[in-house]
Structure formats: structure tokens, C-alpha cells
């Protein structure tokens, strides 16, 4: 395939992206036509557009290309329209000053869950594993369950990182890109339908959604996780079968995972407390990774932490803040209409474009149902590696993942694990709008769902 041909197709779901966010609405086309633009899309978009394509193409030097991207993007909303916030460097400043919190707090957690993760690795829990798996392709099905069921409770990012570790000691450090893109769905998959699960569902829990109106994702995600989990767990098979047997004289380090459990109780205690307790502050400070980082620090006496890790996770982190500062530079204002098919699209702009600033403004406008947006916006960013932050984190660990080309072709399986659990959804429980806060409207008092036009 010449090059020509393979920017056409990569940067094909970045335009359609553009394009939905551009003409799916009468607000962002007023938006749209007062701004520099090409064939009607935004100049801004082009430029984050041509951005993920060169993280499509030179996947072997992504962060140049990203940081390259976000310099570019930067300079040009200085000059030409401004930021939300304003014009010129105090709107920058602004800007950053509305973000800081969400890029810190990524920092601190992409950091600290690469640490955790090999602490996990040393604990030979992992190697233990064949005890109880399958040795075909069903105990890679297993594993997958397995971070399904722990993202449901803990961050996505940790439960990703958590099966790549296991993986990595379970198929001898040969781990199938195919299976990598599915170890991403599954964790995402998992979080969707839990408010302390993903980024996503817990700023809806935030803005006052309730739990019980995003836990109806498991009805996508489950169905999602046995369509891409099986093709997934057979590539795998193929690829590097499950070690059939361990060491009779492995033994658990015991400290190492009590310092596994110390790091996530106190990211669960510290959410819990921030987002809950005292909602007022949480984006005043990043205290979520903060408790990580203390966590850490206290076990070091314990067990000394693989520090050599950190400059390598430090670069995939970097990456990963640039997109999302270009994704929040994006002139987003307004998003179509809430309806099953706006939701149904925004699975496919998650995938490369950021799903926290798109779960923001979908907050503000309303008459979402919140647990199909729940599913569309956090599994479809398993669509692309750079599509969630579990995908970039696992990608730190597994540099051969670092490609759209191959993801796509080889992860295929969780495009389709995506409309079969929309189409799924859609069958059993269709469309439940609720207003913004996740509770039905006082008797006589219009729901924000009926007030909105119909399409």
C-alpha cells in the first residue's frame, strides 16, 4: 500500500470525526462558519486531524509528532481565534488553568500505575495463574474476564496495566497485538458500566448522575467483552499458547502485594473522598494521583520500586498530555442534538478523539442516556491504541502496539464487539434519556429528552 493510500485511510476516521462534530449540529455550524475553515470544517480540527495521522504513520516517533502537533495547534489558536477563555497569552493561561488538574492528575496516575503494575508482576502472582487457567485459548478468555471484572471497581489505566502484566508472564513476553487491543476493550468495557470505574463515569458521577443510570452499560459491555474477548483469546492462542505449567517452588511476595493493594486503596479513598465528600475541590488540586504518589512513597521501605521505569513512562505519558491538551483546544461548543445516534456517533469520534472533554459538554447540554454514552464513549476509545488512556498506558508497555495500522487490523474484532453491543443495547433496553443529574423530572415537569428537537 503506497503512502498516499495510507494517509487516505488513516486520516479517514479523523475526518469523519471533524465532520460529525462540525454538521451534526446548528450551533457548531454557526460556530464553524465564524472561524477559518476548509470544505466546512474548522482549521483547528485539520490540524489535530493531521496530527493523529502523523501518529498513524511515524508510530516510531510519536511523541515528536504529538508534542509537534500541540505546537503547531498552540501557535495557531494564539494568533488566528483564541481560546475558550480568551485571547492571546492570558487565554493560554486560562486555559491551563481550567486543565491543570486533569493533566496532572493523568501524570500522576500513568506513572504510579506503571510502577504498580511491575509491582505486580514481581509479586509471581501471575505465574501462578496456570494453576487455575485453562491452558488453550480459553485461559486467555479468563484473563480477559479477569480485567473486565477489576476495572470495574479499580481505574481502567491499573486494570489494562494489571492484564499486560499477566499477560506478559503468562504467554512468555510474546503478547499478540490482536489480544493487546482486547485487553484495552475489556478494561474499558469494564469500566463503563461503574462510576468509580473510568474517568468518563466518574465525572458523571460528579455531576450528580446517579450510579444506577450508567450501570446499564453491562448490557452492552458484557456482550462487547465475549465478542472480541473469543477471536481475541483464539489470535493469542495461535500466536503464544498459555504456559501449561509453573514452577512447583514459585512463591506469592506477599509484601509486594500488599503494596499493590496499599496503592489502590488509597486512589479508591481518595476518589471516594474528593468526588463524593468534598466535590468542591476536586479541580482545585490532583489529589487522586497525589495519594497514589504517597502511597507509593510509603511502601518504598518495603519494597523498593523499579525506578529505572520511569523515564521510558514518562515519554508514553508526555505523549498521551499532548493529545488531550490539543483534544481540549478543540472548538467543541456544541454537540448534536442528544438521540441513540448522536451517542451511537460519539463511540467513533472517542476513538480518536479525547472522551473527557466530549463527556464534559455532553454533561452540560443533557438528555443523554447515560449509560449508553457510558458505553459508547469509553469502549469505543478501544477502537484506536491512542483512543483511551488504558490504550496508551498498555502501549508504554508493549511498543509494538504503537500502530494504527496494525491495531485496526489485527483488533478488528473490537470495532465489531462495539455495534454488536450498541445493537444489543438497543434491542433490550433502548433509549432511556434522563436530564442532566440522572433522576427523572418532578410529575408535570418536562424532561430534558422531550424538550429536545426530534430527528
Known amino acids: 500500500m503506497s503512502y498516499a493510500r495510507a494517509a487516505a485511510k488513516l486520516l479517514r476516521p479523523a475526518s469523519i470525526a471533524a465532520m460529525f462534530l462540525a ?3 446548528p450551533a457548531l455550524a454557526a460556530d464553524v462558519a465564524a472561524n477559518p475553515s476548509v470544505f466546512g470544517i474548522p482549521v483547528d480540527f485539520i490540524l489535530f486531524a493531521l496530527t493523529l495521522l502523523g501518529v498513524a504513520l511515524f508510530h516510531n516517533h510519536t511523541l515528536r509528532v504529538a508534542l509537534t502537533g500541540l505546537a503547531v495547534i498552540t501557535a495557531y489558536k494564539l494568533v488566528f481565534t483564541g481560546f475558550k477563555t480568551g485571547p492571546g497569552i492570558p487565554g493560554l493561561i486560562s486555559h491551563f488553568g481550567h486543565e491543570w488538574v486533569i493533566l496532572s492528575n493523568l501524570l500522576c496516575l500513568l506513572l504510579g500505575f506503571a510502577l504498580l503494575s511491575r509491582h505486580f508482576e514481581k509479586t509471581r502472582i501471575p505465574a501462578v495463574l496456570p ?4 491452558n488453550d485459548w480459553k485461559g486467555a478468555f479468563i484473563l480477559l474476564v479477569m480485567v473486565f471484572v477489576l476495572s470495574s471497581f479499580l481505574d481502567n489505566i491499573a486494570a489494562a496495566l494489571i492484564g499486560g502484566a499477566m499477560a506478559h508472564t503468562l504467554f512468555r513476553a510474546k503478547v499478540h497485538v490482536g489480544y493487546l487491543a482486547a485487553i484495552v476493550a475489556a478494561s474499558n468495557a469494564g469500566g463503563s458500566g461503574s462510576v468509580v ?28 467483552l465475549v465478542v472480541c474477548g473469543i477471536p481475541a483469546a483464539m489470535q493469542q492462542h495461535r500466536y503464544s499458547p498459555i504456559i501449561r505449567h509453573e514452577h512447583s517452588n514459585i512463591r506469592i511476595d506477599w509484601p509486594r502485594a500488599g503494596i499493590v ?28 494521583g497525589a495519594a497514589v504518589w504517597i502511597a507509593i512513597l510509603l511502601s518504598v521501605p518495603l519494597r523498593r520500586p523499579d525506578w529505572e521505569l520511569l523515564p521510558e513512562a514518562t515519554k508514553g505519558s508526555i505523549f498521551l498530555l499532548s493529545l ?13 442534538a442528544a438521540s441513540w445516534r448522536s451517542a451511537f456517533g460519539l463511540g467513533f469520534v472517542s476513538a480518536v478523539f ?5 463527556t464534559a459538554l455532553a454533561l452540560k447540554q443533557g438528555g443523554f442516556d447515560w449509560g449508553m454514552l457510558a458505553y459508547t464513549v469509553g469502549f ?11 490504550g496508551v498506558a498498555l502501549s508504554n508497555m508493549y511498543p509494538e502496539a504503537k500502530s494504527v495500522v496494525n491495531w485496526v487490523r489485527h483488533g478488528w474484532h473490537v470495532t465489531l464487539a462495539y455495534v454488536v453491543g450498541f445493537v444489543v443495547l438497543m434491542l433490550t433496553l433502548g433509549w432511556q434519556p434522563t436530564p442532566e443529574r440522572g433522576v427523572l423530572p418532578a410529575a408535570g415537569e418536562p424532561s430534558a429528552a422531550a424538550s429536545a428537537p426530534r430527528h
Open 131 to 134: 494453576r487455575f487457567l485453562p
Open 324 to 336: 488531550v491538551t490539543c483534544a481540549s483546544m478543540m472548538p467543541v461548543e456544541a454537540l448534536p
Open 23 to 25: 454538521a451534526s449540529s
Open 354 to 358: 479525547d472522551n473527557i472533554p466530549l
Open 197 to 224: 470505574g473510568d474517568t468518563t463515569t466518574t465525572m458523571m458521577w460528579i455531576s450528580g448522575v446517579s450510579p444506577a443510570a450508567v450501570f446499564h452499560a453491562y448490557a452492552a459491555a458484557a456482550v462487547a
Open 261 to 288: 493493594a496499599l496503592i489502590l486503596v488509597f486512589a479508591i479513598i481518595a476518589n471516594v473522598i474528593v468526588n463524593v465528600g468534598f466535590p468542591e475541590v476536586s479541580d482545585t488540586f490532583p489529589f487522586i
Open 380 to 390: 469505543g476509545g478501544s477502537m484506536i491504541w491512542f483512543g483511551s488512556s488504558a
